[in-house]
């Protein structure tokens, strides 16, 4: 039930004193979210680790590290998921794309709507002398089937959003591109940055059983910057990434070492393993998984407050009836098919998130969409206020004499 975190004042607010989320208008969720005071905690902590143990602080650090990945398994419905631990996805998505035989299979498939990790690499790599083929992203309802067309057998992956990092659109089907890729050989990269703590994900439910799914937690999982993750798929623990850390070897640093021949583990995880890292993250992001559970904020609770939240932010945005030349919404996308924001699309947008940032609101724009990402320690009362100052820039934008 989302009910607890209705109304106003929210009662998860409290425990964000911190970031102040009770007075300001942070409707940056879909971005960065506040964390709750019991990270700092976290970090605590592991300054403690380091100088109670120095080197042997590291025996502590896997167990946050392993507590990290427990949280990613509930989000994706995948008990007994092997997840593999990164800085960033940008890392964890170069991990997959070394693993592939690009050679043989030098073509990628993705949607001409993916969030820059996959954008950048991805056109690089064009100029390189792979093959890119984007899908256009339009009409979302059927992207899933366009990229099972595209699939070929010298394609070596597909790589695509959950939910769309411009729009908050959830891509669905992408069962059809499991499917397809799984006939032809190819595999699935599913990015579920923006699903993860906003919504459940079951990947099994959802077709996508033999999928590799990467995401972090800078955004509703309010881990903070550090903490991403790849989750593998079964046949991820015969394949050999070629980049490889020294992690992946850490469990036989006894053995003596063949300078020439690198030899991979059984497990899938260690395969896809890196090397020293910041632990710091990780017992952040393990003391606001433990926060969440305590808390009862579970993925259906949130995913139901989410889902509240998106529509209240756009029931009053409908009620400021702001011409739809300046400012609008696809109203005939339901909510339903929504993640954690709303997008609302103008050609002013740039302008707007400024004037909105001067009048208190935090938001952010991408291209043409103004985003409203809301979160569970807000307000109905915040949310309420924020689309009244969005009605009230608008007005101010479209008659400079204001």
Same mark, same amino acid.
């Given at each position: 039930?989302?009910?607890?975190?209705?109304?106003?004042?929210?009662?998860?607010?409290?425990?964000?004193?911190?970031?102040?989320?009770?007075?300001?208008?942070?409707?940056?969720?879909?971005?960065?979210?506040?964390?709750?005071?019991?990270?700092?905690?976290?970090?605590?902590?592991?300054?403690?680790?380091? =100088?109670?143990?120095?080197?042997?602080?590291?025996?502590?650090?896997?167990?946050?590290?392993? @507590?990290?990945?427990?949280?990613?398994?509930?989000?994706?419905?995948?008990?007994?998921?092997?997840? *593999?631990?990164?800085?960033?996805?940008?890392? /964890? !998505?170069? &991990?997959?794309?070394?693993?592939?035989?690009?050679? &043989?299979?030098?073509?990628?498939?993705?949607?001409?709507?993916?969030?820059?990790?996959?954008?950048?690499?991805? %056109?690089?790599?064009?100029?390189?002398?792979?093959?890119?083929? &984007?899908? *256009? !992203?339009?009409?979302?309802?059927?992207?899933?089937?366009?990229?099972?067309?595209?699939?070929?057998?010298?394609? =070596? *992956?597909?790589?695509?959003?959950?939910?769309?990092?411009?729009?908050?659109?959830?891509?669905?089907?992408?069962?059809?591109?499991?499917?397809?890729?799984?006939?032809?050989?190819?595999?699935?990269?599913?990015?579920?940055?923006?699903?993860?703590?906003?919504?459940?994900?079951?990947? +099994?439910?959802?077709?996508?059983?033999?999928?590799?799914?990467?995401?972090?937690?800078?955004?509703?999982?309010?881990?903070?910057?550090?903490?991403?993750?790849?989750? /593998?798929?079964?046949?991820? =623990?015969?394949? @050999?990434?070629?980049?490889?850390?020294?992690?992946?070897?850490?469990?036989?640093?006894? %053995?003596?070492?063949?300078?020439?021949? !690198?030899?991979?583990?059984?497990?899938?995880?260690?395969?896809?393993?890196?090397?020293?890292?910041?632990?710091?993250?990780?017992?952040?992001?393990?003391?606001?998984?433990?926060?969440?559970?305590?808390?009862?904020?579970?993925?259906?609770?949130?995913?139901?407050?989410?889902?509240?939240?998106? =529509?209240?932010?756009?029931?009053?945005?409908?009620?400021?009836?702001?011409?739809?030349?300046?400012? @609008?919404?696809?109203?005939?996308?339901?909510?339903?098919?929504?993640?954690?924001? /709303?997008?609302?699309?103008?050609?002013?947008?740039?302008?707007?998130?400024?004037?909105?940032?001067?009048?208190?609101?935090?938001?952010?724009?991408?291209?043409?969409?103004? @985003? /409203?990402?809301? %979160?569970?320690?807000? +307000?109905?009362?915040?949310?309420?206020?924020?689309?009244?100052?969005?009605?009230?820039?608008?007005?101010?934008?479209?008659?400079?004499? &204001?």
């Amino acid at each position: 039930m989302s009910e607890p975190l209705a109304g106003t004042p929210n009662p998860l607010a409290p425990h964000y004193a911190r970031f102040r989320v009770a007075q300001r208008l942070l409707l940056t969720g879909h971005s960065h979210q506040a964390w709750p005071d019991v990270a700092l905690d976290g970090v605590q902590a592991a300054f403690d680790d380091a =100088a109670d143990g120095v080197d042997a602080k590291w025996e502590r650090a896997f167990a946050k590290a392993e @507590r990290v990945r427990a949280s990613v398994r509930l989000w994706l419905s995948d008990p007994g998921g092997e997840i *593999a631990l990164g800085q960033n996805t940008h890392e /964890l !998505v170069l &991990r997959f794309l070394s693993a592939l035989d690009l050679v &043989r299979r030098p073509r990628l498939v993705t949607s001409d709507g993916e969030f820059h990790t996959l954008r950048r690499q991805l %056109a690089r790599l064009d100029e390189t002398g792979l093959q890119i083929e &984007r899908v *256009a !992203v339009e009409p979302v309802a059927t992207l899933g089937e366009r990229l099972a067309l595209a699939v070929d057998d010298r394609t =070596a *992956a597909v790589l695509v959003s959950a939910v769309l990092f411009e729009t908050s659109r959830i891509v669905p089907n992408l069962a059809a591109a499991a499917t397809a890729c799984a006939r032809w050989g190819a595999e699935l990269l599913v990015d579920a940055y923006h699903a993860a703590g906003c919504l459940p994900y079951p990947l +099994a439910e959802l077709g996508l059983a033999a999928a590799w799914v990467t995401g972090g937690g800078y955004k509703y999982l309010q881990w903070g910057e550090g903490n991403a993750y790849l989750r /593998l798929p079964p046949q991820a =623990a015969a394949m @050999r990434p070629a980049l490889t850390g020294w992690y992946a070897e850490f469990s036989d640093l006894e %053995a003596e070492a063949e300078p020439t021949r !690198v030899a991979y583990p059984a497990s899938a995880a260690a395969r896809f393993a890196g090397a020293t890292y910041d632990p710091v993250s990780h017992y952040r992001a393990a003391r606001v998984a433990d926060f969440f559970v305590d808390r009862g904020l579970s993925p259906e609770v949130l995913r139901a407050n989410y889902r509240r939240q998106v =529509a209240r932010l756009a029931a009053a945005f409908d009620t400021l009836d702001l011409p739809a030349a300046l400012v @609008r919404r696809d109203r005939a996308v339901p909510v339903e098919a929504l993640g954690g924001f /709303l997008a609302l699309e103008s050609p002013r947008a740039h302008a707007l998130a400024r004037a909105l940032t001067h009048r208190g609101v935090a938001t952010d724009h991408r291209a043409d969409r103004l @985003r /409203l990402g809301p %979160a569970p320690y807000l +307000a109905d009362a915040q949310l309420d206020r924020a689309m009244e100052l969005v009605g009230e820039v608008a007005r101010t934008l479209d008659d400079p004499s &204001r």
